[in-house]
């Protein structure tokens, strides 16, 4: 049985590898800060697509994400 064909099908490429890698860095982050990974990677590019300045970055970081979320609650 395959369990991880969908989720590993650039894992051949150097170029999906790395993709992969960062991915699952990003998720297991978001665990170990207690935020769902996907409203944190929705809300992110978000804010990337919406301009927030790279001088910012340190506040798009996960262990910040849940700080402006249950304040915004």
């Given at each position: ?25 990003l ?28 001088s ?9 994400f ?8």
């Amino acid at each position: 049985m395959a369990l991880t064909r969908k989720n590993a099908l650039f894992a051949g490429h150097e170029v999906g590898d790395e993709s992969w890698a960062m991915l699952a860095s990003l998720v297991a982050t978001c665990k170990m800060s207690d935020v769902n990974s996907v409203s944190y990677i929705a809300e992110t590019l978000r804010a990337i697509l919406d301009g927030h300045p790279a001088s910012r970055i340190e506040n798009l970081m996960p262990w910040h994400f849940r700080k402006t979320s249950s304040r915004a609650a």
